[in-house]
């Protein structure tokens, strides 16, 4: 079996996106390399040293390809020991890493899609749309769905550049939905199943020449499958999905 080679990543930034669920938002220049080559939602395998030996925890990478370097978002998980590493590292401190890996990738040709996340679930879906809206050839004459569901507000990331993305984009649309909205909420809500199936349902093909890009937590992740598979017609090929747990 061939040793899957360790790459260097040095922390250049790091940004707390959110206090109350301790979210880091931190960006990795891969020393040993000039570019790292990626496709947009992989995710590389990160490598720290415990008790003698070595652990391995595996992170969607949070943005489109750029010179030798990466994004990533998590969050910081009690008892968690890689997390808190990770959560822990200030800037210029170093981890080893190898990859890319993942198959949760942009189709080819890529069509009309909805992109579906929760949480840090979004990390490999802003590769997406990075990528996506980057170059005129690659989202031209396609609409682009972006439903993103959380709790609260203060949980939503990156909502000012998807936001930047829509009003510049006509064809990429930015749905926010609280399962926990306050009063004075002016966003959709509910759950992001209900914002699909809208979407779904107001086309006159029902989807059929539509694609799914799903990620986030496995409950969410299974119930959006179900409904698009089960309720509204839709092939499992239509639907790519990566789980978070």
Known sequence: MLERPLHTARLIHEKTLSLAAQTKHLVFSIEDLDRFEFLPGQFVSMVVPREGKSITRAYSIASAPRKNEIDICLNRVQDGYFSNFLCDMKEGDTVHLHGPHGLFVPKNPFRDSILVA??????PIRGFVQWLFA?????????VYLVYGTRHA?????????SLIAHDFPNFHYIVTLS????DWKGARGYVQEQVRAIVESRADRGASMDAYICGLNLMVSA???MLKEELGWDRKQIAYERYD
């Open 154 to 162: 203060p949980q939503i990331y990156y909502g000012d550049y998807f």
């Open 224 to 226: 959006t499958r179900k």
């Open 135 to 143: 170059e005129r050839s690659r989202n031209e004459g396609r609409e």
């Open 180 to 183: 926990r909205a306050p009063e």
């Open 118 to 123: 929760t949480g840090t679930g979004i990390a």
